[in-house]
């Protein structure tokens, strides 16, 4: 069993940056596939970015290609999203995940562990 944990989440004025985290105990994260996803209010849960465990090749969705970076830290355990010029339309609950089987896949089914979330909100 895994247990993820995100952090760093906040409000935010459009324009600025967070850096999420996503912490796990109970296994190592070096093996899987991270994956970065968000639900605003009233709509699906979309993915944001995914890191492999192998050479740490990265995909991230059209909507925040440029402005977010998700990095992970295998000797910490840890993934974190880095998100710059954020706009009112990033406002959503982000959820960090593994991806056990190691895919690059963007579907929420092809993870199998997720966090509780934590708050984006930013400001116009």
């Known amino acids: 069993q895994v247990q993820l944990v995100e952090s760093g989440g906040g409000l935010v004025q459009a324009g600025g940056s967070l850096r999420l985290s996503c912490g796990a105990s109970g296994r190592t994260l070096s093996r899987y596939t991270m994956g970065w996803f968000r639900q605003a209010p009233g709509k699906e849960r979309e993915f944001v970015a995914a890191?492999?465990?192998?050479?740490?090749?990265?995909d991230y969705a059209d909507s925040v290609k440029g402005r977010f970076t998700i990095s992970r830290d295998n000797a910490k355990n840890t993934v974190y999203l880095q998100m710059n010029s954020l706009k009112p339309e990033d406002t959503a609950v982000y959820y960090c995940?593994?991806?056990?089987?190691?895919?690059?896949?963007?579907?929420?089914?092809?993870?199998?562990?997720w966090g509780q979330g934590t708050q984006v909100t930013v400001s116009s």
């Open positions: 890191i492999s465990w192998f050479i740490s090749s990265t």
């Open positions: 995940a593994a991806n056990i089987l190691g895919g690059m896949g963007r579907s929420r089914d092809g993870y199998h562990y």
